[in-house]
Structures are given as structure tokens and as C-alpha cells.
């Protein structure tokens, strides 16, 4: 019987490959933000879709990491290593040829559910005009480097 599914799994694939391929479509990228319930407008996107998506840039996760040396700058202060780390990311998504508007997904960490409130407001001056993405935040004991206090993953998509 298992030689039988190998083969079966083989003949399958085989099929596959020799398959022709199907013409292309014209199709225009479109990503979309929705919020489906009242309480998430304005916070955060319970779904973003992405069609016919292009380039996808992943960020790692970015923080108050000095550009050059990694020093952890704005010790203690969270809404200047939040704004920092924003910063970073406006940058990173430019040398990518991507804004703001570009980003589907972010996810949030920080060290302190104290600082939840200016987290949210940091990041929707972070994006300005453009729809908030979808979003997670999480509350952990420590990041990466003493006396980081916040850090952001970062997905964005740009057309072909």
C-alpha cells in the first residue's frame, strides 16, 4: 500500500509539472483596509488585502538602536524611542521605494502596558494620513538590548 501512495504521490506531481502554463492576466495591484466593527475604526485594520501583490519588504525588528553603533538612545523614555523607531522605518521604507501607506502589518512590542496609550497615539502620528494596518501589540518582559523599551516588525507590500 505505501508503495502504491508513492507512486500515486509521483504520478501527481508529474502531472503538475508537465501542466501548460496559463497565460497572464493584466491585473492591477490594489491593497484595501477594512474595519468591520465601529470600536476598531480609526485604531487599527482588522483585515488588509493585498491583490496581485508586487515587492513585499520585510523589516526586522526596529527600535531606538542608534543607526551606526546599535547604542539604545532616549533611555527611559518611551515616547522618544518610539518616535525614533518610526523614524527608522519611515527611512528603511524609502530606501525601498515605499511610504507610510505601503505597510500591511505591523506587529508591536513593548516592555510596558503602562505605555499602551502613548504606543497608540506614537504610531498614528507615525502614520499620518495613511490607514493604520492590520496590528498586534504585545507586552514582554525584555527586547533584544537593555533599556529598549519598544520595538516594531514591519510588513509592507509595493505593486509590480
Same mark, same amino acid.
Given at each position: 500500500m505505501k508503495k502504491l501512495l508513492v507512486v500515486s504521490l509521483f504520478a501527481c506531481v508529474s502531472c503538475f509539472a508537465q501542466a501548460p502554463a496559463?497565460?497572464?492576466?493584466?491585473?492591477?495591484?490594489?491593497?484595501?483596509?477594512?474595519?468591520?466593527?465601529?470600536?476598531?475604526?480609526? %485604531?487599527?485594520?482588522? *483585515? &488588509?488585502?493585498? /491583490?496581485?501583490?508586487?515587492?513585499? !519588504?520585510?523589516?526586522?525588528?526596529?527600535?531606538?538602536?542608534?543607526?551606526?553603533?546599535?547604542?539604545?538612545?532616549?533611555?527611559?523614555?518611551?515616547?522618544?524611542?518610539?518616535?525614533?523607531?518610526?523614524?527608522?522605518?519611515?527611512?528603511?521604507?524609502?530606501?525601498?521605494?515605499? %511610504?507610510?501607506?505601503? *505597510? &500591511?502589518?505591523? /506587529?508591536?512590542?513593548?516592555?510596558? !502596558?503602562?505605555?499602551?496609550?502613548?504606543?497608540?497615539?506614537?504610531?498614528?502620528?507615525?502614520?499620518?494620513?495613511?490607514?493604520?494596518p492590520a496590528s498586534t501589540l504585545l507586552n514582554v518582559p525584555q527586547l533584544a538590548w537593555p533599556h529598549m523599551m519598544i520595538e516594531i516588525d514591519?510588513?509592507?507590500?509595493?505593486?509590480?
Amino acid at each position: 500500500m505505501k508503495k502504491l501512495l508513492v507512486v500515486s504521490l509521483f504520478a501527481c506531481v508529474s502531472c503538475f509539472a508537465q501542466a501548460p502554463a496559463s497565460p497572464q492576466k493584466q491585473s492591477t495591484f490594489k491593497k484595501e483596509n477594512f474595519s468591520y466593527n465601529e470600536w476598531t475604526k480609526g %485604531k487599527f485594520s482588522e *483585515v &488588509v488585502t493585498v /491583490t496581485n501583490p508586487g515587492k513585499f !519588504i520585510f523589516l526586522a525588528g526596529i527600535g531606538a538602536e542608534r543607526e551606526g553603533d546599535g547604542k539604545i538612545l532616549e533611555e527611559g523614555n518611551f515616547v522618544g524611542q518610539c518616535n525614533y523607531a518610526y523614524g527608522k522605518i519611515k527611512k528603511l521604507l524609502q530606501l525601498q521605494g515605499a %511610504k507610510m501607506n505601503d *505597510v &500591511v502589518r505591523i /506587529t508591536t512590542y513593548i516592555t510596558d !502596558i503602562r505605555f499602551f496609550q502613548d504606543a497608540l497615539k506614537c504610531r498614528r502620528e507615525a502614520f499620518g494620513d495613511a490607514p493604520i494596518p492590520a496590528s498586534t501589540l504585545l507586552n514582554v518582559p525584555q527586547l533584544a538590548w537593555p533599556h529598549m523599551m519598544i520595538e516594531i516588525d514591519v510588513t509592507a507590500v509595493l505593486p509590480k
